[in-house]
């Protein structure tokens, strides 16, 4: 006798429930036989794969019809329709055509469209498709072709999990920020609790939720590597916080396309800003002086605090101070840059605070 097929419930999402709405909206209309596209786009380890997940398990349970699913491998990104490869391959049934074929002889985006039409003919068709931003840029072409021309009766819906600047302009785009107060505290109540504590001490909750800046994905990180007597309070944590280095690692490659004197001034502004209140910034004066000191070049300088674009959006200026777009840049470039960098930055700053010129030769020696 064959064993019953025991189905697993995604785990519980918190502080997505504006999201979750949005996306069972587009499920409702696919019921009813109406297609359509959404791209969700979000930094590293905000859950968009989890929206994903629940998204195409939602699909099954209600026996809607098939999913196709596909995770992009950033080792095949410049391996032409290796990305179409992968989604065709996980089929639940044959397909009229061999996706080994694909990749031999390509798969042109009206081809695309037409098939999956037809496997949604019958029972209404689900795409999902995770990091599509590492797609080979030939199947990325594919899929946004075909996701414009998803609507009314096209029996076939597609999610989209992409980086910004993937090529999908002109579609419906939800972005996730990240979690809120209230939902970052209820998450961390669970991991604790998984860890076999009641509850974190207050410190230690606080210090968790600062440095996770609602990343759940990074509270996930820094509270694992924590023991329960760190979590109950009854020693003290370490410092900094370990844990959570895949996330940082993503959040600096963000920004490893950039001109080294441009990185340079990153790791300025960041290590500046460690010293001030949470959200007050850096001070301008402070980081433009430390910046020269360490040979970065005026011009490069002014592009970089002057133009919306010189930090890839990373850093922004309000009067006589600058912030990070978001506080993990920050925590992420700290966190990454070699230590060397990370003391001579600390040393520069406070030689500059206290006996300004003698700063300069300091950090000449040193970058």
Same mark, same amino acid.
């Given at each position: 006798? +064959?064993? =019953? +097929? ?69 080792? @095949? ?7 179409? !490869? ?35 003919? @019958? ?14 840029? #030939?199947?990325?072409? #594919? ?18 999990? &992409? ?17 809120? /107060? ?12 998984? #860890? ?14 600062? @440095? ?14 924590? +023991?329960? #007597? ?5 020693? =003290?944590?370490? !410092?900094?916080?370990?844990?959570? /280095? ?12 950039? %001109? ?31 910046? $020269? ?10 592009? &970089? ?5 010189? +930090? ?14 978001? %506080? $993990? ?33 300091? &950090?000449?020696?040193?970058?």
């Amino acid at each position: 006798m +064959t064993p =019953p +097929t025991t189905v697993h419930s995604p785990p519980r999402l918190y502080g997505r429930g504006a999201e979750l709405a949005v996306l069972d909206t587009l499920l409702t209309r696919l019921r009813q036989g109406d297609g359509g596209a959404l791209v969700l786009t979000a930094p590293p380890g905000t859950g968009l794969t989890a929206l994903l997940d629940r998204t195409a398990a939602a699909h099954r349970e209600r026996h809607t019809g098939p999913v196709l699913w596909a995770t992009a491998a950033p080792a @095949e990104q410049w391996l032409p329709h290796s990305g179409l !490869h992968a989604l065709l391959c996980s089929a639940p049934c044959p397909l009229p055509l061999d996706p080994d074929r694909v990749l031999r002889d390509g798969l042109p985006p009206a081809a695309l469209l037409a098939l999956l039409r037809r496997l949604g003919a @019958e029972r209404p068709l689900l795409v999902c498709v995770d990091d599509a931003h590492a797609w080979d840029p #030939a199947s990325r072409a #594919a899929l946004a072709f075909v996701a414009r021309r998803l609507g009314p009766r096209s029996r076939v819906a597609a999610v989209i999990g &992409a980086g910004d600047g993937a090529g999908f302009a002109g579609l419906p785009a939800l972005r996730l920020g990240p979690l809120g /107060d209230e939902a970052a505290s209820a998450l961390l109540d669970r991991f604790t609790e998984a #860890a076999g504590t009641d509850r974190a001490d207050p410190v230690a909750r606080g210090e968790l939720l600062r @440095e996770a800046a609602g990343n759940p994905r990074l509270l996930a990180g820094l509270t694992a590597r924590l +023991t329960p #007597a760190q979590l109950a309070g009854r020693t =003290p944590l370490p !410092h900094p916080l370990p844990g959570g /280095d895949d996330v940082l690692a993503a959040h600096a490659a963000r920004l490893g396309h950039l %001109p080294a004197a441009t990185r340079t001034l990153l790791l300025i502004a960041a290590a500046a800003h460690a010293h001030e209140p949470e959200g007050t910034g850096a001070d301008l004066d402070l980081v433009r002086r430390a910046a $020269l000191a360490a040979a970065v070049p005026p011009a490069a300088l002014d592009l &970089a605090l002057l133009t919306p674009g010189g +930090t890839a959006g990373a850093l922004q200026r309000a009067g006589d101070r600058v912030h990070f777009s978001h %506080p $993990l840049l920050r925590r992420a470039l700290l966190h990454r840059a070699p230590p060397h960098h990370r003391r001579a930055v600390h040393d520069l700053l406070a030689g500059l605070l206290t006996d300004g010129g003698a700063a300069r030769s300091r &950090a000449r020696a040193v970058w």
